[in-house]
């Protein structure tokens, strides 16, 4: 494997650091004065995603018509775009192919404003994630396979947010040792979350789906909401952001379960929105903004990316900033 440390061709653009707010002050009245340079490190998966809506149920020996979509893809590649978008300045590390499917997701992602020379090349295919009528399956075997040795022992300095995904081998997640003050997991799939486990304790922030907390905690996992956020915080992490599809998001934090009533309507494809709104947590925890605020405005970029067949709306930023500013 080898690293890229630049892209030919592809012109990176440089945005604006994000300036966050210290803890209570009041962002509405302050214009983008209460903002503080913000600065993440995003590790795992980086995929191809297909996205395919068939017209009738696909039958063996037979070409249905329909529509397939491309997207860049993978979660933490999800989480690091977004936050890019939000005016974070962001290093993704991950592991793509010497392909074609290699070269144009690390164009699409420097093309986003990620930093991209801790992409690695590896000798196989490029991770791709395929949809039908919403049914995946996912080939993440490049990232999981790398060495751990291939992966940094903990990067970026005191202060720096980093964001992990599940897509890493459990003995390369294992030996990763925590020192981020702000530590993000997020929680990938129901068949890695697991992976996960020897990091909870030092989690700052945990973001999974329902049927991921479910697979972590097991057979006697409530069944949704407040006491299932609650038995996965009990496992250690500060914070819970939990993502119940058309029952929304709720977030655990402090203490506090805030769940805002956000019907979501018209939806395309909702591969990406959890990404989005746990970039959009990252975001307005470390702002210091209200609970209730911070997830009324990742309920509406996440309301945003369900509706369009990319995983990271281009206008998601000007979304989440707007309201979160309200």
């Not at 214009?31 to 980086?46: K, N, R």
């Not at 995603?49 to 009738?56: E, L, N, P």
């Not at 129901?190 to 030092?202: D, H, I, Q, Y």
């Not at 934090?253 to 959009?280: E, I, N």
Request: charged residues 15%.
């Amino acid at each position: 494997m080898r690293a890229i440390r630049s892209w030919q061709g592809i012109p990176t653009r440089r945005r604006e650091p994000l300036r966050q707010q210290p803890l209570g002050g009041d962002p509405s009245a302050q214009g983008d004065s209460w903002l503080t340079p913000l600065s993440v490190i995003a590790i795992g998966g980086a995929n191809v995603d297909v996205k395919v809506r068939a017209s009738s149920p696909p039958i063996e020996g037979r070409s249905t018509p329909g529509e397939i979509h491309l997207a860049p893809g993978g979660a933490a590649r999800n989480v690091a775009e977004a936050l890019a978008r939000m005016g974070a300045q962001v290093a993704l590390h991950t592991v793509v192919g010497a392909d074609l499917f290699g070269d144009w997701l690390i164009a699409a992602t420097s093309a986003a404003g990620i930093e991209c020379a801790g992409v690695l090349r590896g000798r196989g295919q490029t991770g791709i994630y395929v949809t039908v009528n919403g049914a995946g399956v996912a080939d993440a075997s490049i990232v999981e396979s790398g060495a751990p040795r291939a992966w940094p022992a903990w990067p970026g300095p005191k202060g720096t947010v980093c964001v992990l995904d599940a897509n890493l081998s459990a003995s390369a997640i294992a030996r990763l040792t925590p020192t981020a003050s702000r530590l993000v997991l997020i929680g990938t799939s129901p068949a890695k979350v697991g992976r996960l486990r020897p990091l909870l304790g030092g989690a700052w922030l945990l973001a999974l789906t329902a049927a991921e907390a479910a697979a972590l905690l097991g057979p006697a996992a409530p069944s949704a909401g407040e006491p299932l956020a609650r038995a996965v915080a009990a496992l250690g992490p500060q914070q819970v952001l939990l993502t119940e599809g058309q029952r929304g998001l709720g977030l655990l934090a402090s203490g506090w379960w805030t769940s805002p009533a956000r019907p979501v309507d018209a939806v395309v494809d909702p591969t990406g929105a959890g990404d989005v709104a746990a970039a959009a947590l990252i975001v307005g925890l470390t702002a210091g903004l209200a609970p209730e605020r911070i997830l009324a405005a990742a309920a509406e970029a996440a309301a945003l990316t369900v509706r369009t067949w990319g995983n990271v709306p281009p206008e998601v930023g000007i979304v989440w900033k707007g309201n979160a500013q309200r």
